[in-house]
């Protein structure tokens, strides 16, 4: 399987630069095994409802998460990432 080229909306990244080192290193450890397997069990990657169907999420720890659209096959978008916060439109 070929890896998934990511592209990231500039939302994504002002709210990245906005987390703490910690959660920067969390968030790169979660993208390079997202772009091997998206659908990694440790992931925990689950399509949107409601006013965001059509996104999906996936978790980077407890309390943070990245939600995304496939662009196409091996292509996705970055949109948010934060707490349970970016849910909210």
Do not use: C
Not at 36 to 56: I, M, V, Y
């Amino acid at each position: 399987m070929t890896h998934l080229q990511v592209e990231y909306s500039s939302r994504f990244v002002k709210q990245l630069k906005k987390l703490t080192p910690q959660k920067q290193k969390q968030a790169i450890q979660a993208e390079k095994l997202f772009k091997k397997d998206p659908f990694s069990q440790t992931l925990k990657a689950h399509k949107l409802r409601g006013r965001l169907e059509g996104l999906w999420a996936f978790s980077i720890n407890e309390k943070e998460r990245i939600i995304f659209e496939f662009l196409g096959k091996e292509k996705v978008l970055f949109y948010k990432i934060g707490s349970h916060d970016i849910y909210k439109v």
